[in-house]
């Protein structure tokens, strides 16, 4: 394997896991949102 | 009933993007000039897309608010809540956008970023957004929704804008694909790859989408319900 083709599986792995910690952790801001206003509901 | 097909939604969902990712990875064959690095395209193309779109739900819910704000104040707090949900969502994908396009970039062109019409548009739509969110977030009293619309109708001025800027000027950013010249276009093996991974992460849009939506209703009512209690006391 090439230095270059090694540079772009690491390039292409890098941007798959940015898009994932991006979407997940939205996914989790939003559950923080629906957790707090279940509190704020109970109270 | 109601969480019998959402159960059924966040499932096929989960089916779209596993085969999605496994077309993406497994399936499609490499780009004779760039190699791997092209199956970003994979991610980034879907990830447009989605926040165009949804950009054009913040639209409408902009304009319906301003359009019932007046005489129908229920359904102004819904356009409201729509136009926030579009809003948000959409930067949440501009941010994947904004994100893979330079680690994509360093890699064909070997540059991070240049200031090009559609890298920098796309930038000014996501920095609109974000200052709509933080205009949301922090502004308090009963113009903040009005002028909320305002922004997010403003913003949604940029999206054609950016979806034109490399057909108007000749950009780093390679020609449009689809929809462009003569002779543009893509193998068959790797359009169909495309294409499940753009119904896979609009199934993904769409379900945050709904669930930003719900949420934000449900803040509503409890403003509403605290406004109320604070009345009576």
């Known amino acids: 394997m090439s230095e270059a083709a090694i540079l772009d599986h690491e390039f292409l792995v890098a941007a798959y896991v940015v898009v994932w910690v991006i979407q997940l952790g939205y996914l989790a801001y939003l559950g923080y949102l629906w957790r707090a206003q279940r509190t704020k509901r109970l109270k | 009933m109601k969480k019998l097909l959402i159960g059924v939604y966040a499932g096929i969902t989960i089916l779209l993007m596993i085969w999605g990712y496994y077309q993406a990875i497994y399936v499609a064959p490499n780009d004779a ?10 991610y980034h193309v879907p990830s447009a897309s989605v926040a165009f779109v ?23 707090q819904v356009a409201d809540a729509w136009a926030l949900a ?16 330079p680690l994509w970039g360093r890699r064909a062109w070997g540059i991070w970023w240049t200031w ?37 109708i403003f913003g949604a001025m940029d999206v054609p804008i950016v979806y034109m800027s490399n057909r108007w000027w000749r950009t780093q950013h390679p020609a449009p694909v689809f929809g462009g010249s003569e002779g543009s276009g893509m193998a068959w093996s790797m359009a169909r790859v495309l294409l499940w991974n753009m119904a896979a992460w609009f199934a993904w849009g769409v379900f945050i989408l709904i669930l930003r939506f719900v949420i934000e209703r449900r803040q ?10 604070a009345l009576e006391a």
């Open chain 2, 33 to 42: 000039m760039q190699g791997e690095i092209f199956r970003i395209i994979y």
């Open chain 2, 54 to 76: 949804f950009f054009a739900v913040s639209l409408a819910g902009s304009i319906g608010y301003l359009a019932f704000r007046k005489n129908s104040p229920n359904k102004a």
């Open chain 2, 86 to 101: 579009g809003a948000e969502v959409g930067v949440v994908f501009c941010t994947v956008v904004l994100t893979t396009g």
């Open chain 2, 116 to 152: 090009d019409a559609r890298l920098t548009t796309t930038l000014v739509l996501w920095l609109i957004y974000v200052s709509y969110l933080l205009m949301r977030r922090f502004a308090a009293g009963p113009q903040m929704q009005t002028l909320a619309a305002v922004l997010g």
């Open chain 2, 220 to 229: 509503q009512r409890i403003a509403a319900a605290e406004a109320q209690a």
